[in-house]
């Protein structure tokens, strides 16, 4: 059974950073996509970036690109979120989620919430001016 844990939010002022960490726990971490998702108030969640375990590549929605870069630890199963220069707007829950059932890079709704079926619990990260 797959299990994610996220940690790392906080709260910052704009223009700060803030490293989000996603843990995978169960085998065959490789297999998954991992993406990043954010959730703020009466609004949709949103992907942001993915990545997989083992793999180099990485995908950014507009959003974060620039900003936003996912790392990673192979050996403790772990991606990271590094968030640069953040925004009042980036202000939300941040959730990491895993699929195992589509190709990470080249699927067209890797970004869409309703493909993951595996969550974490979340990590709020609040920025202000």
């Known amino acids: 059974q797959v299990q994610l844990v996220e940690s790392g939010g906080g709260s910052v002022q704009a223009g700060g950073s803030l490293r989000l960490s996603c843990a995978f726990a169960?085998?065959?971490?490789?297999?998954?996509?991992i993406a990043w998702f954010r959730q703020a108030p009466e609004q949709e969640r949103e992907g942001v970036a993915l990545?997989?375990?083992?793999?180099?590549?990485?995908d950014y929605a507009d959003s974060v690109k620039g900003r936003f870069t996912i790392s990673q630890d192979s050996d403790k199963k772990t991606i990271y979120l590094e968030m640069n220069d953040l925004k009042p707007e980036d202000t939300a829950m941040y959730y990491c989620?895993?699929?195992?059932?589509?190709?990470?890079?080249?699927?067209?709704?890797?970004?869409?919430?309703?493909?993951?079926?595996?969550w974490g619990q979340g990590t709020q990260v609040t920025v202000s001016l």
């Open positions: 169960g085998k065959a971490a490789s297999r998954y996509c």
């Open positions: 990545g997989r375990i083992g793999d180099s590549n990485t």
């Open positions: 989620a895993a699929s195992g059932r589509f190709t990470c890079m080249t699927y067209a709704n890797r970004f869409r919430a309703l493909e993951y079926s595996i």
